[in-house]
């Protein structure tokens, strides 16, 4: 399944891994740059293409979709088809064919939430300023952060009439996005059990993350909400709506279980290496790790699988975002319409690998790649979409009192 | 003619410009406002606000003291072993490295040319629980199938010492390669010979104590270690440290160890990947705590508060440890 050409190692950093990584940092800057000098030259003759193209192309919409100009696109690493030589992204470049925009693509600009916002977003957003970025990718929690601190621009649904039409069900309405009109979904990813089969053989409950079976052989994740799920819907609890009670039992088992030595390491992508090193058998895991990390790292005797645990599991999402008051607004709003092309959406999915929130882009993927198409990890079924939950927002006093208690019970 | 005096009066101070701004700029003022910050009140939502809240420090400090404790043992300990393991290093290569002198210093400081962050992931392999170090031992029967040495503060402590041996082994290299010989040839002719049995008993004594404390940080139980490190240490006294090198090399060497230690030991407390990638969650040092006060939590005046009150304690450790040497005894012995 899973391409040998591909550099499996990209995907290292893009969750949280390793704050403040300088690698990444300047993998990412030396990333940026070449799409940025390398698109540079053709983007101006395109670009004065487009802007006399421009009242053409917005007959069909309701707005004026832009056409021409720059978009600053801040994403996380390995979370774009690139060429094999690695020298270019093949479906920015047919957007800026379309569309006359010069797309600087920032990949790994966003090597973990906390850092971004902390690096990119909270010095201008604060003074009122705009970033240096029309168009961010971050996760859930932070975008409700984000909405909360009022820093987000809402997105002008006349001129993405794909995102309208093939946003997926379960992604409308969230409760940081009541309206639907201030993130765009971009990837998602589930949360649940990662384990080394021919070790604990199947495994399919939250329970055994909570026992003594695999003691010292087990690592949780250091994202609060990964965790604290699940910890909550092994309970019987709905992370939809968790309250403060439920959060603090929830967090007192976590808490139990790694002060017990249960739990060997908390943390981020790391896990990875642990279970390829042999010393970690099982973990809370993410899906795509599964497919793009584990496989190619596999001995003979180790079988990594990835179950979505009987009691549910966890969906997240890295969601678009227009920060607050970019100038090129327009022409992000152009991508995200553009993304949700199925087709488009397709493109991206068969070299991503995590789960695509467009509606039709499987049925794209049919004809393309038929075994992508019903991999269940890319694709979930209708009985896995039932089993998973998503964090609900918190409060600006929750989000702190949480992730204080959390990295408590981490051990800091 | 008065022109040149002046410029050669001003001289000095011109020299000290470009570094004293390079501090004030990158040192100085961020320090400042790591001042400020620690004493604001607020949160992300409602904003920061300056209210003097002195009362931080002492809620730090009560909160915190177990991490700055550990911090401060591991980091101590890791000098130590640094030194134990960089200065028999040092020595060989300014007394005995020969033609291969660059050689082997550029060994030294090989390292250096791959990042902090890939020399400790590679630990992380070298050690994995079946990996090269540990499978083949466990497949021979000598370690039980669930012994482990990442996730430990163990490796913690020997990925800091690892990291920071160049550091140790260079300031000592330094030195020890001043040392004249012939002060050495004299001692030896004025009959300074072996250590016996004085090197016998302090060695056995430093190694015993030196094992006890590794063996308890690192959870190994107080006699498991106190016994080898004692053999070892016994076997030193003995046969390898003469009275020439007790009253000659290692005064001289003084102002070497004294260098390598704190550029060991300032970094190592502060640490903070070591922790992050090796450790488990009963090792995390205070550098941890810092970055998870500061980007997680948000909480900016207590991360603040905790790296000032880091600083002071490296501060304060420093002062002693000057005090204890005795910065003239260093000057007097460089000359």
Same mark, same amino acid.
């Given at each position: 399944m899973t391409d040998p050409q591909r550099p499996f190692s990209g995907d290292l950093t893009r969750r949280r891994f390793l704050q403040g990584s300088a690698l990444a940092g300047v993998s990412a800057f030396l990333a940026a740059c070449g799409t940025a000098g390398q698109s540079g030259g053709a983007a101006t003759s395109t670009a004065a293409a487009g802007e006399s193209a421009a009242p053409a192309a917005s007959a069909g919409a309701g707005g004026t979709p832009a056409a021409g100009g720059t978009l600053r696109f801040a994403n996380w690493l390995g979370y774009m088809d690139v060429t094999e030589d690695g020298s270019s992204y093949p479906t920015i470049e047919k957007f800026q064919d379309e569309t006359g925009i010069t797309v600087e693509y @920032? #990949? @790994?600009? +966003? #090597?973990d939430n906390e850092t971004f916002f902390t690096a990119d977003l909270q010095a201008p957003l604060e003074a009122g300023q705009p970033t240096a970025w029309d168009l961010i990718v971050v996760t859930d929690w932070m975008v409700a952060r984000l909405i909360r601190l009022g820093w987000v621009d809402a997105i002008d649904t006349s001129l993405t009439p794909n995102f309208v039409a093939n946003l997926a069900e379960n992604y409308k309405g969230r409760s940081f996005d009541p309206d639907t009109n201030l993130a765009a979904p971009w990837q998602s990813g589930m949360t649940g059990l990662g384990y080394d089969k021919a070790i604990t053989g199947d495994q399919d409950s939250i329970e055994v993350l909570f026992s003594d079976e695999f003691k010292g052989k087990l690592t949780y994740l250091s994202e609060m909400r990964d965790t604290i799920g699940l910890a909550a819907i092994r309970l019987g609890f709905s992370p939809e709506e968790l309250t403060q009670e439920q959060f603090d039992a929830s967090l007192a088992d976590v808490d139990k279980a790694v002060k017990d030595g249960v739990v060997r390491q908390v943390v981020g992508n790391s896990y990875v290496e642990d279970m390829a090193g042999g010393g970690v058998v099982l973990a809370i895991a993410w899906s795509g790790d599964v497919l793009t990390l584990l496989v190619p790292d596999q001995t003979p005797e180790q079988d990594f699988q990835w179950a979505l645990p009987k009691e549910g599991g966890m969906l997240w999402t890295d969601n678009m975002v227009l920060p607050k008051g970019s100038q090129n607004k327009a022409q992000a709003e152009r991508w995200i319409d553009f993304y949700y092309d199925p087709v488009n959406a397709a493109t991206i999915e068969a070299y991503v690998n995590y789960v695509c929130p467009v509606a039709g882009a499987r049925d794209v993927m049919l004809e393309t790649d038929a075994e992508l198409a019903n991999n269940p990890l890319i694709f979930p079924p209708d009985e896995w979409v039932a089993r998973l939950h998503q964090f609900r927002a918190t409060t600006a006093e929750e989000e702190q009192a949480w992730s204080e208690a959390f990295t408590k019970a981490m051990g800091l | 003619m008065r022109r040149t005096l002046l410029f050669r009066n001003a001289a000095p101070y011109l020299l000290l410009l470009p570094g004293l701004l390079w501090l004030v700029v990158f040192y100085v003022y961020p320090a400042f406002q790591m001042f400020l910050t620690s004493l604001y009140t607020g949160n992300l939502d409602t904003g920061y606000t300056q209210t003097w809240n002195w009362g931080i420090y002492g809620e730090s400090i009560t909160e915190y003291w177990p991490w700055l404790f550990r911090s401060i043992v591991y980091g101590g300990l890791a000098t130590i072993l640094a030194f134990a393991l960089g200065f028999p290093l040092a020595y060989a290569i300014a007394f005995r490295g020969g033609a291969y002198k660059n050689v082997l210093l550029f060994l030294v400081i090989a390292p250096f040319f791959t990042s902090f962050l890939l020399r400790t992931i590679s630990w992380k392999i070298i050690l994995a629980d079946n990996g090269l170090v540990l499978g083949p031992l466990k497949d021979l029967g000598l =370690?039980?199938?669930?012994?482990? =040495? =990442?996730? *430990?503060p163990a490796a913690v402590i020997a990925g800091i010492t690892y990291n920071f041996l160049p550091f140790m082994t260079l300031p000592l290299y330094v030195s020890l390669e001043r040392i004249d010989r012939r002060l050495i040839e004299a001692a030896e002719d004025l009959y300074a010979g072996p250590w016996r049995p004085q090197g016998t008993i302090i060695g056995t004594v430093l190694g015993g104590v030196l094992g006890l404390v590794v063996g308890l940080v690192m959870d190994y139980g107080p006699f498991s270690l106190s016994i080898p490190f004692a053999i070892i240490g016994a076997l030193v006294g003995t046969w390898l440290i003469g009275q020439a090198f007790i009253r000659v090399t290692l005064p001289l060497a003084l102002p070497g160890i004294f260098a390598g230690s704190l550029l060991t030991f300032i970094p190592a407390v502060g640490d903070f990947v070591n922790a992050e990638l090796l450790g488990n969650p009963q090792s995390l040092m205070i550098g941890n705590v810092i970055q998870a006060r500061y980007l997680? +939590? *948000? #909480?900016y005046p207590t991360a603040s508060a905790l790296s000032f009150i880091l600083m002071l304690a490296i501060l304060i450790g420093l002062f002693l440890y000057a005090r204890l040497i005795g910065t003239e005894e260093l000057t007097g012995a460089s000359i």
């Amino acid at each position: 399944m899973t391409d040998p050409q591909r550099p499996f190692s990209g995907d290292l950093t893009r969750r949280r891994f390793l704050q403040g990584s300088a690698l990444a940092g300047v993998s990412a800057f030396l990333a940026a740059c070449g799409t940025a000098g390398q698109s540079g030259g053709a983007a101006t003759s395109t670009a004065a293409a487009g802007e006399s193209a421009a009242p053409a192309a917005s007959a069909g919409a309701g707005g004026t979709p832009a056409a021409g100009g720059t978009l600053r696109f801040a994403n996380w690493l390995g979370y774009m088809d690139v060429t094999e030589d690695g020298s270019s992204y093949p479906t920015i470049e047919k957007f800026q064919d379309e569309t006359g925009i010069t797309v600087e693509y @920032g #990949d @790994g600009a +966003v #090597d973990d939430n906390e850092t971004f916002f902390t690096a990119d977003l909270q010095a201008p957003l604060e003074a009122g300023q705009p970033t240096a970025w029309d168009l961010i990718v971050v996760t859930d929690w932070m975008v409700a952060r984000l909405i909360r601190l009022g820093w987000v621009d809402a997105i002008d649904t006349s001129l993405t009439p794909n995102f309208v039409a093939n946003l997926a069900e379960n992604y409308k309405g969230r409760s940081f996005d009541p309206d639907t009109n201030l993130a765009a979904p971009w990837q998602s990813g589930m949360t649940g059990l990662g384990y080394d089969k021919a070790i604990t053989g199947d495994q399919d409950s939250i329970e055994v993350l909570f026992s003594d079976e695999f003691k010292g052989k087990l690592t949780y994740l250091s994202e609060m909400r990964d965790t604290i799920g699940l910890a909550a819907i092994r309970l019987g609890f709905s992370p939809e709506e968790l309250t403060q009670e439920q959060f603090d039992a929830s967090l007192a088992d976590v808490d139990k279980a790694v002060k017990d030595g249960v739990v060997r390491q908390v943390v981020g992508n790391s896990y990875v290496e642990d279970m390829a090193g042999g010393g970690v058998v099982l973990a809370i895991a993410w899906s795509g790790d599964v497919l793009t990390l584990l496989v190619p790292d596999q001995t003979p005797e180790q079988d990594f699988q990835w179950a979505l645990p009987k009691e549910g599991g966890m969906l997240w999402t890295d969601n678009m975002v227009l920060p607050k008051g970019s100038q090129n607004k327009a022409q992000a709003e152009r991508w995200i319409d553009f993304y949700y092309d199925p087709v488009n959406a397709a493109t991206i999915e068969a070299y991503v690998n995590y789960v695509c929130p467009v509606a039709g882009a499987r049925d794209v993927m049919l004809e393309t790649d038929a075994e992508l198409a019903n991999n269940p990890l890319i694709f979930p079924p209708d009985e896995w979409v039932a089993r998973l939950h998503q964090f609900r927002a918190t409060t600006a006093e929750e989000e702190q009192a949480w992730s204080e208690a959390f990295t408590k019970a981490m051990g800091l | 003619m008065r022109r040149t005096l002046l410029f050669r009066n001003a001289a000095p101070y011109l020299l000290l410009l470009p570094g004293l701004l390079w501090l004030v700029v990158f040192y100085v003022y961020p320090a400042f406002q790591m001042f400020l910050t620690s004493l604001y009140t607020g949160n992300l939502d409602t904003g920061y606000t300056q209210t003097w809240n002195w009362g931080i420090y002492g809620e730090s400090i009560t909160e915190y003291w177990p991490w700055l404790f550990r911090s401060i043992v591991y980091g101590g300990l890791a000098t130590i072993l640094a030194f134990a393991l960089g200065f028999p290093l040092a020595y060989a290569i300014a007394f005995r490295g020969g033609a291969y002198k660059n050689v082997l210093l550029f060994l030294v400081i090989a390292p250096f040319f791959t990042s902090f962050l890939l020399r400790t992931i590679s630990w992380k392999i070298i050690l994995a629980d079946n990996g090269l170090v540990l499978g083949p031992l466990k497949d021979l029967g000598l =370690l039980p199938e669930e012994f482990r =040495l =990442l996730a *430990t503060p163990a490796a913690v402590i020997a990925g800091i010492t690892y990291n920071f041996l160049p550091f140790m082994t260079l300031p000592l290299y330094v030195s020890l390669e001043r040392i004249d010989r012939r002060l050495i040839e004299a001692a030896e002719d004025l009959y300074a010979g072996p250590w016996r049995p004085q090197g016998t008993i302090i060695g056995t004594v430093l190694g015993g104590v030196l094992g006890l404390v590794v063996g308890l940080v690192m959870d190994y139980g107080p006699f498991s270690l106190s016994i080898p490190f004692a053999i070892i240490g016994a076997l030193v006294g003995t046969w390898l440290i003469g009275q020439a090198f007790i009253r000659v090399t290692l005064p001289l060497a003084l102002p070497g160890i004294f260098a390598g230690s704190l550029l060991t030991f300032i970094p190592a407390v502060g640490d903070f990947v070591n922790a992050e990638l090796l450790g488990n969650p009963q090792s995390l040092m205070i550098g941890n705590v810092i970055q998870a006060r500061y980007l997680q +939590v *948000t #909480d900016y005046p207590t991360a603040s508060a905790l790296s000032f009150i880091l600083m002071l304690a490296i501060l304060i450790g420093l002062f002693l440890y000057a005090r204890l040497i005795g910065t003239e005894e260093l000057t007097g012995a460089s000359i």
